[in-house]
């Protein structure tokens, strides 16, 4: 059975330590999460290697840097003008030191690249949100330039796959990426609770909690003709199927119902020889690392289950849409 009869399980993950967090944190950081984070990298990545699955690393520009000089000169003149500045990484510096353990990580990136079966991806340079009003297109494109010279200078790769930070994909902007080299980015689920992810509310966040546990939305697989593009001057579109929750230490009913969920869509993707594309962030694990990484081992032996019986296969972005895999659709 080859990959274009069969399904594939994709995993993507947003890796971006404080960078993704900063305006969330309350102006307190939390070291020892950190620094857990980034001891998981690596167990995470032996996991990877030793099951021979592949991932993509959607990875924040900054984390390349070695240190604040070396920060400083790829980032970009032309930054983000958000209305809300609490938004933007470059006003959060301006008030808070950086830290090797929160805003650096070239030696993991570099353990991602050692790594067979990984790719590394791009989550923009600076946590770029490109639905909040203020910010311009020619600012995103700089900041996609910025996370693809570092990556160029740092590692001699240019990144491919491309998540948008917060999941707020602008349309808009799609062409822009293509233009600056990125081929295939992530995209969101259908369901309502998961589109204008710039206008968060209760409601949508309750939805998306308990549509971990039970079917609020629609089937979370999906056939190959759903990864398409809008036109050859556009990346391919390959949308998330779910976002694997963390580890809920208080209960161990809810870990097993929100586990098995996954583990059936993965089935069902398996049987429909369809795309189950599953995401998290490393972060994610580092309140219960032991027991999350238990939790990804489970889920790496379900998938061989069903390569086993069924032919599904491991992917990363990248994987799932090059040759020999025509499975690329333009939008009709």
């Excluded at 001891?39 to 032996?46: F, G, I, S």
């Excluded at 808070?96 to 990580?105: D, G, S, V």
């Excluded at 494109?141 to 602008?170: C, E, G, T, Y």
Aim: charged letters at 25%; hydrophobic letters at 35%; one cysteine or more.
């Amino acid at each position: 059975m080859n990959q274009q009869q069969s399904g594939s399980w994709v995993i993507s993950l947003d890796f971006e330590l404080l960078w993704g967090i900063f305006d969330k944190s309350d102006n307190k950081v939390n070291t020892t999460y950190f620094q857990k984070t980034r001891d998981l990298v690596p167990r995470m990545l032996e996991v990877f290697a030793k099951h021979e699955i592949q991932v993509t690393w959607a990875t924040v520009g900054m984390l390349f840097a070695e240190n604040e000089e070396e920060w400083k000169t790829y980032t970009p003149q032309l930054k983000p003008s958000y209305r809300e500045k609490s938004y933007s990484a470059y006003e959060w510096v301006k008030k808070h030191e950086l830290n090797p353990t929160h805003h650096f990580a070239p030696e993991l990136i570099k353990n991602i690249l050692d790594t067979p079966g990984q790719e590394l991806g791009s989550h923009s340079f600076a946590h770029y949100y490109t639905l909040m009003r203020g910010q311009t297109p020619e600012q995103w494109r700089m900041d996609l330039r910025a996370a693809q010279l570092i990556a160029m200078d740092k590692f001699q790769i240019q990144l491919r796959s491309l998540v948008f930070p917060r999941n707020h994909i602008n349309l808009q902007y799609l062409k822009i990426c293509k233009e600056e080299g990125f081929t295939q980015v992530r995209s969101n689920p259908n369901d309502w609770f998961w589109q204008e992810t710039q206008y968060e509310n209760t409601l949508k966040k309750i939805y998306r909690t308990a549509d971990c546990f039970i079917g609020l939305g629609g089937r979370s697989s999906f056939p190959r003709e759903a990864i398409y593009q809008e036109s050859e001057n556009h990346p391919v579109e390959i949308p998330a199927s779910r976002l694997l929750r963390p580890y809920y230490a208080k209960s161990r009913l809810v870990n097993i119902w929100r586990l098995n969920r996954v583990k059936n869509e993965m089935t069902l993707a398996a049987k429909k020889q369809e795309v189950y594309h599953l995401w998290w962030h490393p972060h994610n694990f580092a309140n219960s690392p032991a027991a999350s990484l238990a939790e990804l081992e489970s889920l790496i032996l379900h998938f061989k289950t069903l390569r086993d019986k069924y032919g599904m296969q491991s992917n990363s972005m990248q994987s799932l849409v090059d040759p020999p895999n025509p499975i690329i659709h333009q939008k009709q």
